[in-house]
């Protein structure tokens, strides 16, 4: 099998470099190219299967060099990995085509994870990630808000509200499908319901949901 190609796109020459030694200690990954602004990474692009994006570069921003490079003939999947966590920046990437969201202190085996799990269509957020992005969006998780929550989530069954819960806790597909005892495939299907249901368009809209609600344990 041929292994994942991945270009790096961050325009910190240390940041490339630490990345590129992840990735390349894992046999399934090649690193292809590097960029350091957001033309190089449009440029680039067509040469790889995924694309590890940091919002803030130089020149283009990182959310309009993700949505030429998704909406591009070759698409390779984006994966977000920056430092912004803000609720603009996290719902601009997600629209731009942005299949995973990572922050720069998410561990090396979830930089991985997501790379594989982008490269095979699924969305990844890492657990720590989730968290953290979580802690940033809880600026208007008032009374009101939870309310507002409560309330769109009860659109839910009792069984996707358990693989929302999943979602929130930063669960992979198979991660969720193994605590439910369910296929992955069933777990795709819950998701596309969930997220028509609740009309957001990512696992981050989920998670931000599900937290606002209170169903997160502290």
Do not use: C, W
């Amino acid at each position: 099998m041929l292994p994942v190609r991945v270009l790096l796109v961050d325009d910190d020459t240390l940041v490339r470099r630490a990345v590129r030694q992840i990735l390349e200690a894992a046999d399934d990954l090649e690193v292809v190219g590097e960029a350091s602004d957001g033309d190089g990474a449009v440029r680039q692009a067509p040469q790889a299967d995924v694309v590890l994006m940091d919002l803030r570069i130089p020149g283009m921003s990182g959310v309009e060099a993700t949505s030429r490079i998704t909406h591009s003939p070759s698409s390779p999947k984006v994966v977000v990995l920056t430092t912004v966590t803000t609720d603009a920046a996290i719902t601009d990437a997600i629209h731009a085509g942005a299949l995973g969201f990572l922050l720069k202190t998410s561990s090396p085996e979830d930089i991985v994870s997501a790379v594989r799990a982008a490269h095979t269509g699924d969305a990844f957020m890492s657990p720590t990630s989730t968290r953290q992005l979580l802690e940033q969006l809880r600026s208007d998780t008032g009374r009101r808000g939870h309310r507002a929550a409560r309330k769109t989530l009860s659109a839910l069954t009792d069984r996707e509200r358990e693989v929302a819960i999943a979602v929130a806790e930063g669960l992979t597909n198979d991660a969720i499908a193994a605590r439910l005892n369910i296929s992955a495939s069933t777990v795709k299907a819950h998701l596309s319901t969930i997220q028509t249901k609740l009309n957001v368009d990512s696992r981050v809209r989920i998670a931000v949901l599900v937290e606002r609600a209170g169903y997160l344990a502290a």
